[in-house]
């Protein structure tokens, strides 16, 4: 797979119940995101069976073991989403901490980045929407960008005790949250349900 931009929306396992899998569909269609297939031995498959697949994997609170067979892990997914070449989802379990689990979604980087650190304003303007509109799942704690060389998203515990999220180029905080941070070096854009979207306020877009 080439070099990729990541989008990562954060939820607590606390909050796990029968029917999360099915919340993340509705919101996916909502999105826009147009499901185009399953990756690495889901092909053929449904997004509906590949999510329920991935409930009962969260439900079982499993982890993929340093030494077992990839297979055997999430099923990734596939979406199409307006001149994207290729966009990639996938659920983690115990990710970026113990009790909490997530959806990321993988942007190709040639398609996201410009030269010399600059982003291109065109997909910057389709992550927002994509960022804005999965915000609305009420279970979404935090959604954080990040570039393949980076060091990962943080928690939201982080984010509390006063760590600046991961935002290359984006992401979006609870109002509340927002109104604790250090926000000097964003702009701010408060979207649906109680969200805050931040860029840096240095961001290159071309």
Same mark, same amino acid.
């Given at each position: 797979m080439p070099a990729y931009v990541s989008m990562t929306f954060e939820y607590s396992r606390l909050e796990l119940d029968y029917d999360n899998m099915k919340e993340l569909l509705a919101y996916i269609k909502h999105a826009g995101l147009e499901f185009k297939g399953g990756v690495n031995g889901s092909e053929g498959q449904t997004i509906e069976e590949i999510?329920?697949?991935n409930q009962k994997k969260l439900e079982?609170?499993?982890?993929?073991?340093?030494?077992?067979?990839?297979?055997?892990?999430?099923?990734?997914?596939?979406?199409g989403y307006e001149g994207f070449s290729e966009i990639r989802g996938y659920i983690s379990n115990n990710y970026p901490a113990d009790?909490?689990?997530?959806?990321?979604?993988?942007?190709?980087?040639?398609?996201?980045?410009?030269?010399?650190?600059?982003?291109k304003t065109e997909a910057v303007a389709k992550m927002k929407n994509i960022a804005s509109l999965l915000?609305?799942?009420p279970k979404t704690r935090?959604?954080? %960008? +990040?570039? $393949?060389?980076? &060091? @990962?998203?943080? %928690? +939201?515990? $982080?984010?509390? &005790? @006063?760590?600046?999220?991961?935002v290359c180029p984006l992401a979006i905080v609870s109002e509340k949250q927002f109104g604790h941070?250090?926000?000097?070096?964003?702009?701010?854009?408060?979207?649906?349900?109680?969200?805050?979207?931040?860029?840096?306020?240095?961001?290159?877009?071309?």
């Open positions: 999510l329920d697949y079982a609170n499993f982890v993929l073991g340093s030494d077992e067979d990839r297979a055997n892990d999430y099923k990734q997914m596939l979406f009790r909490e689990y997530s959806f990321t979604l993988l942007f190709p980087e040639e398609e996201v980045l410009a030269e010399h650190g600059a982003y915000w609305i799942l935090t959604v954080q %960008t +990040e570039l $393949e060389t980076s &060091d @990962g998203i943080l %928690t +939201e515990q $982080e984010i509390k &005790d @006063g760590a600046a999220p991961s941070m250090d926000n000097s070096a964003y702009t701010d854009d408060h979207v649906y349900a109680g969200g805050v979207l931040i860029m840096p306020k240095d961001i290159k877009l071309v």
